[in-house]
């Protein structure tokens, strides 16, 4: 048995093999995670009740309204003075990042190894690599949202509200990034180790993990609306994400490439089918989904490749050539 406190100089995804690596730990620790996370739900539901009835009043009646309540409802209302809509973002943001302590408990507690394995390989996290494919990824995607309002396809929304879109994005400073971590550190960590411990297969490792965080979204109700091509796109990009931590050898490329788009998505420029209720600052028609999104997803996920790796030269952990010139 390794020592879960040692560095080992092995590749991220193999890093199941630290610590307490039996099958059975697997067969355990996934359905405890699951556990905890409710657990985290619950708790927060609670908490955010009593906070309520602190600060606001009432029984909590209010708050479990909102809780049940659909967003666009809740911004639709005349006497909506956006506080529910803010709730709800906070509450559904939160949903998703209780992921993250629910697997960096189980982690070290279960499989007897430091849940900094679930990030990175080695003593230190490549921040340059993160930066590289964050950067790459928002420049490409900020290129694409100029080619809408020229080509006249999108409009700036005309329901923006400044004030809570300000509001929104002080939070989404902090919730963001723990909803990206959450994700990444379960589905392109914890469950591609994993599987790794199952599989030596490269397929296997690769598939697996994607398919299930693109069938996560099937349950989306912009997907349902958005149709199967949606359901592909969302797969597409999970196949990419996990080619990311295969090229990259850990969670930074893939994060930052997944902390771009949700900025983007969420933040900036949406389409009435796949939005969460959250009022971006530009709208885009319904989206008509079919093989011309396709296959720009897979140019912008090739041209994202090759201007981080290629072009760019960009090893985990070390500086590209042209930046080692008088070091």
């Known amino acids: 048995m390794n020592d879960g406190n040692l560095d080992q100089d092995i590749p991220f995804i193999e890093q199941a093999q630290i610590g307490a690596p039996a099958r059975w730990r697997y067969l355990i620790s996934l359905p405890l995670i699951f556990a905890l996370w409710f657990l985290f739900i619950i708790l927060a539901e609670v908490a955010g009740t009593f906070a309520y009835v602190k600060f606001v009043g009432g029984d909590g009646s209010d708050f479990i309204r909102l809780l049940s309540e659909e967003v666009p409802n809740l911004l639709a209302s005349e006497n909506s003075d956006s506080t529910g809509y803010i709730v709800q973002y906070i509450l559904l943001m939160l949903s998703i990042s209780l992921f993250l302590p629910a697997n960096l408990l189980v982690v070290p507690l279960i499989h007897r190894r430091k849940w900094r394995t679930l990030l990175h390989v080695g003593a230190r996290i490549n921040w340059r690599g993160f930066r590289a494919s964050l950067s790459v990824s928002l420049l490409l995607l900020l290129i694409w949202v100029n080619l809408i309002l020229v080509s006249g396809e999108g409009r700036f929304n005309p ?17 963001i990034p723990l909803q990206i971590l959450a994700e990444e550190v379960f589905f392109r960590g914890y469950l591609m180790q994993a599987v790794a411990r199952f599989t030596a297969g490269f397929w296997l490792r690769w598939l697996i993990p994607a398919f299930l965080f693109g069938a996560l979204h099937f349950f989306n109700d912009g997907v349902v609306e958005a149709g199967w091509w949606a359901m592909v796109y969302y797969i597409l990009i999970s196949l990419y ?27 900036i420029i949406t389409s009435p089918d796949l939005s969460l209720g959250i009022s971006t600052l530009i709208e885009a028609p319904d989206s008509i989904w079919g093989a011309n999104e396709i296959l720009f997803g897979l140019g912008y996920f090739a041209l994202h490749y090759v201007l981080v790796f290629s072009w760019m030269r960009l090893r985990h952990g070390e500086r590209p050539p042209w930046r080692r010139v008088g070091a």
């Open 159 to 175: 329901n923006f509200d400044l004030r809570v879109w300000i509001i929104v994005v002080l939070l989404s400073c902090v919730l």
């Open 241 to 267: 994400l996990g080619l990311l931590v295969f090229r990259g050898n850990g969670l930074e490329y893939s994060a930052g490439f997944h902390l771009s788009t949700n900025i983007i998505a969420l933040l």
